[in-house]
């Protein structure tokens, strides 16, 4: 009986329908939805020069200046994320330690991006046990005992910063042991006296509290490149200078590039032989150049390629009550704020001693200022 369909050629190159062969699908093809995307009829291999399984490869998306500035600011998100996660995490493991009393002590305070807090920010003389000034003749290794070197008030927040320091040898009434040097609050009773009497001196409420770190301060200096301040002439010689195990500083006038040890140098020097009109007073100033020269370099490119490194070691200068995210939004809004101007409480000398008084009419001018600028 003949077949339903009839014969089949036996040579199959004489069938009489042409045959498809699906070829590999791409994912980027597969998620198209292009199902039958490659398909073509079958050809025969040319001899010695093709192969069944080699197909031609579609060519790829051309290069780009969009796409290239794409990648580029991915990688600077990621850097920056990065150095962010980096910082806030430091931070969180620095902040335990800070007495509870000095938390206790602290009036409680608004978000820094869109509100101004009052920040005092406390230098100590303790001395690191190892490293640039551990062998500083008459160091103090404690904090229990320390004086606070640096008494600075910074109003920061909301668009606004605005600082004023008080000289450490200015005269105020310490609760509980009446009327000495404003440092020697940090030495009776830590950080949360020193919180006490700065708030009565001032008729202010402190919101947060910072104590500086000095032994970590030149690493942090040096972790970001070092920075740029213009002096006068210098000619500093502290605690018998850098041969007796102390520091020394020579600088003439102009801007200087200071690494880690030179600018905490600069930020302790009072007694300058080659200015004998240097003093207490001057040295504060230092210090509040030493600041603006800090948030300076941290927003340049240099300090930029350095910026997990630098967001790793800054919390650690820094002893304080803010956690990782409060103290992200202080420097967030430190520049927004702008760099602030250097102002310095007025005080008068009291003869014969090495006292310093402000009285009540400069001090409300001072935090007056500071306030409503």
């Given at each position: 009986m003949p077949s339903l369909y009839g014969s089949v050629p036996e040579d199959l190159r004489d069938r009489p329908y042409t045959l498809y062969?699906?070829?590999?699908?791409?994912?980027?093809?597969?998620?198209?939805?292009?199902?039958?995307?490659?398909?073509?009829?079958?050809?025969?291999?040319?001899?010695?020069?093709?192969?069944?399984?080699?197909?031609?490869?579609?060519?790829?998306?051309?290069?780009?200046?969009?796409?290239?500035?794409?990648?580029?600011?991915?990688?600077?998100?990621?850097?920056?994320?990065?150095?962010?996660?980096?910082?806030?995490?430091?931070?969180?493991?620095?902040?335990?330690?800070?007495?509870?009393?000095?938390?206790?002590?602290?009036?409680?305070?608004?978000?820094?991006?869109?509100?101004?807090?009052?920040?005092?920010?406390?230098?100590?003389?303790?001395?690191?046990?190892?490293?640039?000034?551990?062998?500083?003749?008459?160091?103090?290794?404690?904090?229990?005992?320390?004086?606070?070197?640096?008494?600075?008030?910074?109003?920061?927040?909301?668009?606004?910063?605005?600082?004023?320091s008080i000289p450490r040898d200015t005269l105020a009434s310490i609760p509980g042991y009446g009327r000495t040097k404003i440092n020697a609050a940090y030495a009776y009773g830590g950080p949360a006296l020193a919180i006490k009497t700065v708030e009565a001196f001032t008729g202010l409420k402190i919101n947060h509290v910072i104590i500086v770190n000095l032994g970590a301060f030149p690493p942090f200096i040096d972790a970001i490149g070092g920075i740029d301040v213009r002096t006068g002439r210098v000619c500093s010689d502290i605690s018998g200078g850098a041969r007796n195990g102390g520091f020394s500083l020579y600088l003439s006038p102009g801007v200087h590039h200071l690494n880690g040890i030179q600018a905490l140098t600069y930020a302790r020097t009072r007694e300058n032989k080659c200015n004998p009109a240097d003093n207490d007073l001057t040295r504060v100033q230092h210090q509040q150049q030493i600041l603006n020269a800090i948030k300076s370099k941290l927003l340049s490119p240099s300090t930029f390629l350095r910026l997990p490194l630098a967001s790793w070691d800054a919390p650690k200068v820094l002893r304080t009550d803010m956690g990782g995210p409060t103290l992200l939004s202080l420097f967030i809004a430190s520049e927004l704020g702008g760099s602030a101007p250097v102002h310095v409480l007025r005080v008068s000398p009291i003869p014969g001693s090495s006292d310093l008084y402000a009285s009540p009419q400069d001090v409300r001018s001072a935090v007056g200022q500071l306030v409503g600028g």
């Amino acid at each position: 009986m003949p077949s339903l369909y009839g014969s089949v050629p036996e040579d199959l190159r004489d069938r009489p329908y042409t045959l498809y062969r699906a070829r590999p699908r791409g994912l980027r093809a597969l998620l198209r939805g292009e199902e039958d995307a490659g398909l073509g009829p079958e050809r025969e291999p040319r001899p010695g020069r093709d192969r069944p399984w080699r197909r031609r490869r579609a060519p790829g998306r051309p290069l780009t200046w969009r796409r290239v500035l794409k990648w580029v600011v991915l990688a600077l998100l990621a850097w920056i994320l990065l150095s962010v996660v980096l910082f806030v995490i430091s931070a969180q493991i620095e902040r335990g330690n800070l007495p509870s009393s000095a938390d206790a002590a602290l009036t409680s305070g608004g978000n820094m991006l869109f509100s101004a807090d009052n920040v005092l920010i406390l230098g100590t003389d303790q001395r690191p046990r190892a490293g640039p000034g551990s062998k500083e003749p008459g160091s103090n290794y404690n904090d229990a005992g320390s004086r606070s070197d640096t008494i600075m008030l910074w109003r920061i927040g909301g668009g606004v910063s605005r600082r004023l320091s008080i000289p450490r040898d200015t005269l105020a009434s310490i609760p509980g042991y009446g009327r000495t040097k404003i440092n020697a609050a940090y030495a009776y009773g830590g950080p949360a006296l020193a919180i006490k009497t700065v708030e009565a001196f001032t008729g202010l409420k402190i919101n947060h509290v910072i104590i500086v770190n000095l032994g970590a301060f030149p690493p942090f200096i040096d972790a970001i490149g070092g920075i740029d301040v213009r002096t006068g002439r210098v000619c500093s010689d502290i605690s018998g200078g850098a041969r007796n195990g102390g520091f020394s500083l020579y600088l003439s006038p102009g801007v200087h590039h200071l690494n880690g040890i030179q600018a905490l140098t600069y930020a302790r020097t009072r007694e300058n032989k080659c200015n004998p009109a240097d003093n207490d007073l001057t040295r504060v100033q230092h210090q509040q150049q030493i600041l603006n020269a800090i948030k300076s370099k941290l927003l340049s490119p240099s300090t930029f390629l350095r910026l997990p490194l630098a967001s790793w070691d800054a919390p650690k200068v820094l002893r304080t009550d803010m956690g990782g995210p409060t103290l992200l939004s202080l420097f967030i809004a430190s520049e927004l704020g702008g760099s602030a101007p250097v102002h310095v409480l007025r005080v008068s000398p009291i003869p014969g001693s090495s006292d310093l008084y402000a009285s009540p009419q400069d001090v409300r001018s001072a935090v007056g200022q500071l306030v409503g600028g």
